[in-house]
């Protein structure tokens, strides 16, 4: 990667030929070609690598030809694909980054998670001009943030996951929302997991990336496959744990986690959907937590000051 070396990143998303990085420590999100493999280009002008609460950028998501990427000091930027230039800033009125991004088709929604928040909270952000807040959703019982949403088609719901409940670790959740009201209609409850990453498959499946702080906090390192109309799970997999970002591939059937501290280290690890079994691990690297996926391509951010690339890359596999 061009500019300063990869140190440090947050979430990617892969659409239309473009894979998009949050590059903190170049303060821009990095776009790569995903039919060439080759960089295509930088859009600058975010905050760049600072303490957590302002850092940015940091979640991403792709609607159309447009870019919607959150930003420390509770900003969202949304980024013309073909001219490359940021056309809005969009404040959601906290106090601390926009973290992790999701896309409500239905209501023409960009829904952020204002995850550093006292307490954290939900934005819904018009995807049409003027672009303006139109709701908010605080949850004070997400006392350690929020984390992955996602837009589920299947029970048109958004589901967000909430790392611990209460103060609880041992009890987290997946939040179940309608973004046309701004209403939290009920919470599943998800043990020893405190989730990170969320993907919405097919068949109602809904795949819980248990996190890296579920690892530090003593927790077996798993993941979960959740029947996302009731919560009840349908599969764990111990073989792969330690997760933050998850994605679901519709080309190739697989989910991918980007299991940064998977026990032994950081891995991607594949699952499928249909036969609901784990499929293998592939060594990813240093700090590789984020993980997006084109066409059976997978694309995993790793940190400068890796053996493999020292100044920080992108690896891509099949």
């Not at 999100?29 to 859009?43: C, E, M, P, Q, S």
């Not at 600058?44 to 302002?54: D, E, K, R, V």
């Not at 009125?93 to 239905?106: F, I, P, Q, S, T």
């Not at 928040?117 to 019982?141: E, G, H, N, W």
Request: contains cysteine.
């Amino acid at each position: 990667m061009p500019g300063a070396p990869l140190e440090s990143f947050d979430i990617g998303y892969a659409s239309h030929g473009l894979y998009a990085l949050a590059d903190r420590s170049n303060a821009a999100v990095d776009l790569i070609d995903t039919r060439t493999h080759r960089f295509a280009g930088r859009v600058a002008g975010f905050t760049g690598a600072q303490q957590s609460g302002a850092a940015g950028p940091n979640g991403i998501v792709v609607v159309g030809n447009r870019l919607w990427a959150g930003d420390g000091l509770s900003d969202v930027k949304l980024i013309d694909l073909s001219s490359r230039r940021t056309l809005a800033t969009i404040s959601t009125g906290g106090k601390h980054r926009v973290d992790e991004l999701a896309y409500d088709a239905r209501d023409q929604l960009v829904v952020a998670a204002n995850n550093a928040d006292d307490p954290p909270f939900v934005s819904f952000i018009a995807a049409t001009p003027p672009y303006a807040v139109m709701r908010k959703l605080p949850l004070p019982q997400a006392t350690n943030g929020i984390e992955q949403p996602v837009w589920d088609a299947q029970t048109q719901t958004l589901l967000l996951a909430v790392p611990v409940l209460d103060g609880h670790k041992d009890d987290g959740g997946i939040a179940v929302i309608d973004p046309a009201t701004a209403t939290l209609t009920r919470m599943m409850h998800v043990s020893q997991c405190m989730p990170a990453g969320l993907a919405a498959g097919p068949d109602h499946q809904l795949l819980v990336g248990c996190s890296d702080d579920a690892v530090d906090a003593g927790f077996a390192a798993k993941s979960l496959l959740l029947d996302a109309r009731t919560g009840h799970v349908t599969a764990t997999f111990a073989q792969v744990g330690g997760s933050d970002e998850v994605w679901y591939d519709a080309a190739s059937g697989r989910y991918a986690l980007a299991a940064v501290a998977n026990p032994g280290g950081p891995v991607l690890g594949l699952i499928d959907a249909k036969g609901k079994r784990w499929l293998g691990n592939i060594h990813t690297g240093k700090g590789a937590h984020s993980v997006a996926a084109e066409d059976r391509q997978y694309f995993a951010p790793v940190a400068a000051g890796d053996a493999d690339c020292p100044r920080g890359c992108v690896k891509i596999m099949r």
